[in-house]
């Protein structure tokens, strides 16, 4: 059995980002959330879930939900997926150049 220096033990929890997939997590997430957002204005709902929010952070609501569309819909999941990559890809690419990936160390 051999005893890890802190500096090992560190190093294996610093993994490598690879910035396609981390823009790919980020792209998921989002785009899921706004399909959710999506799914409540469908079913009629977010108008109602807006104005509890707002009101749980006392403020009074001022927006409007406006009729479900799927066209516009499809393209705010869409458009939130796009921003999402390439958030999580520059996330990812930065993170390799400042040295924040130590994995590239060991062999």
């Known amino acids: ?24 997590v980020i792209a998921s997430l989002l785009a899921v ?5 999506a799914a409540l204005v469908w079913l009629g709902v977010a108008q109602t879930l807006l104005d509890f929010v707002f009101e749980l ?18 393209g705010l999941v869409l458009f939130t997926a796009a921003v999402g990559y390439l958030a999580g890809w520059m996330i990812g690419f930065v993170w390799g150049l400042l040295g924040m990936d130590e994995s590239a160390d060991r062999v």
């Open 1 to 24: 059995m051999q005893i890890e220096t802190e500096r090992e033990i560190m190093t294996d929890r610093r993994r490598r980002v690879d910035p396609h997939v981390l823009g790919l």
């Open 33 to 37: 959330w706004h399909a959710l957002w």
């Open 57 to 74: 952070h006392m403020i009074a609501p001022v927006y409007h939900v406006q009729p479900f569309q799927w066209r516009i819909a499809a």
